[in-house]
């Protein structure tokens, strides 16, 4: 019987990992088949690629975004580009699609299921839709991805997921409060002020925008840190040194490969006031917006269609005309309220992941902000035994690894974990 590994969730975690299982496999001579399971029948889109609007464009420039960890250049060649271009989010699901397609030795390798997974059991492995439909797996892929955001805005004339399908289209004419100011709320600004006359009011705690990525490509800098256990002051210290210069991309770009090992060393109660104190400095140097979109941006704070607001929101009041929506110090009239905000802990928003935590199956990471896997990508259980038929990556990690949701880092978990999980299902064939 051909083996199957079962992957939940279809986006570009699981898409990518059912790519380099596949390659894997291949390479070992082990026939293998996938299931991939996307609720929203997103398979190889997820919630980044999934938007129609050519104007969301990639944050980062095509030669970073291949999917294949042993062939970096093929996106570049894919999208027959020279690697400097931010593309359209759209083409990179296209292109996400094509690869689990290349993976694919006929079109029964990969089977793409839609279907909302309500249990996963361990002895035997399998998996279980809330449909009734369950899967015999002999290895179990975690791909969930982000769980909601952790503001809840009420369902009259609010969009809570700004990513599902056509979530947009309920807003109707008039101004627009986006709460949140990262990347989807510059994404939401682009795509809402093209309704004329339209003001798109955006609030966040501290009002920071996403930083802009240079023109030119950045070299990656090193910065000196000394061994062992870290505190942020001696971390802090030596980034303002390596950035003093004023190159601090390069200084960004040259400690984000190294982060899951520098959140490793600082201690709890330091993880704990990065998050609190730096984390939302951190984001907007480190995810960039490209350099067209940033323009746009401009252009649109400069006319008065785009209106950044630093405050809390109180409230939100939805009435038969509009919402009102209570900041600190006014009181804000608008048609529509999208919420922007970034993901809750999925360890008390994602109902799989909160089943599978009683259960015992998994256990949540220190901070509470997602599960726990080892290096291999292999889920701890409750009792802290790390399992060979149940592996993660992408955003889940986030707790643990800290960067942990882009392109690269999704696709060296995916690289990582492949052969462990393939020689571990051959080496139970062999027995
Ligand atoms: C707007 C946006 C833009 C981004 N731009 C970039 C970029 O330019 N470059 C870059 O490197 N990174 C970018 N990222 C980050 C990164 O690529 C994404 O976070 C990444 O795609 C995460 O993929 P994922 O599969 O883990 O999660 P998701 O995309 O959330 O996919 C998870 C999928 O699992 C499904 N699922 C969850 N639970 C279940 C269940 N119980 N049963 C069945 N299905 C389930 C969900 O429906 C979903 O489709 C961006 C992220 C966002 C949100």
């Not at 399908?165 to 989807?184: H, K, S």
């Not at 730096?278 to 917006?289: D, S």
């Not at 009435?319 to 919420?339: A, F």
Request: aromatic fraction near 4%; hydrophobic fraction near 40%.
């Amino acid at each position: 019987m051909t083996p199957v590994v079962v992957v939940v969730g279809g986006g570009a975690s699981g898409t990518l990992a059912a790519v380099h299982l596949l390659h894997t496999a291949r390479t070992r001579r082990l026939p293998l088949h996938v299931v991939l399971i996307d609720r929203y029948a997103r398979h190889g889109l997820g919630q980044a690629y999934s938007t129609t609007d050519p104007e969301h464009l990639l944050n980062a420039p095509a030669a970073k975004m291949s999917a294949l960890d042993h062939d970096p250049a093929d996106f570049v060649r894919w999208a027959r580009v020279t690697g400097c271009e931010f593309l359209p989010r759209r083409t990179y699901g296209h292109y996400l699609r094509d690869v689990l397609e290349r993976a694919q030795d006929d079109e029964r390798t990969v089977q793409k299921v839609t279907g909302n997974v309500a249990a996963v059991s361990r002895r035997p492995a399998q998996v279980r839709l809330a449909d009734g439909r369950a899967f015999d797996a002999d290895a179990i892929v975690l791909a969930t991805g982000n769980a909601a955001p952790g503001l809840r805005l009420p369902e009259k004339r609010c969009t809570n997921d700004p990513w599902a399908a056509g979530a947009l289209n309920e807003v109707g004419r008039g101004d627009v409060l986006v709460v949140g100011t990262g990347l989807t709320m510059v994404d939401m600004a682009v795509t809402l002020t093209r309704t004329p006359g339209r003001t798109v009011y955006a609030v966040s705690r501290h009002g920071l925008l996403p930083r802009v990525h240079a023109d030119d490509p950045v070299s990656p800098r090193q910065v000196t840190l000394p061994e062992g256990p870290l505190t942020l002051r001696v971390l802090f210290r030596a980034v303002r040194e390596a950035a003093s210069d004023g190159d601090w991309r390069g200084v960004v770009d040259g400690l984000r490969p190294r982060v899951p090992e520098l959140w490793s060393r600082l201690p709890l109660r330091e993880q704990r006031r990065f998050l609190a104190l730096a984390a939302r400095h951190w984001e907007i140097h480190r995810h960039r917006i490209p350099p067209a979109t940033a323009a746009k941006i401009e252009r649109l704070e400069a006319t008065g269609r785009l209106k950044v607001l630093s405050g809390c929101v109180d409230a939100v009041t939805p009435g038969p005309e509009g919402v009102l929506v209570h900041l600190k110090d006014r009181d804000l009239p608008v048609s529509w309220v999208v919420n922007a905000t970034g993901p809750a802990s999925v360890c008390a928003r994602d109902p799989l992941l909160v089943r599978l935590m009683g259960d015992g199956l998994v256990r949540a990471d220190r901070l509470g902000l997602g599960v726990e896997a080892d290096e291999r990508g292999r889920v701890v259980d409750a009792t802290g035994r790390a399992d060979d038929r149940l592996v993660t990556l992408g955003p889940v990690l986030r707790g643990s690894r800290y960067e942990t949701t882009a392109i690269p880092e999704i696709r060296g978990q995916a690289a990582v974990l492949a052969p462990h999980v393939i020689d571990e299902i051959s080496g139970r064939l062999v027995r």
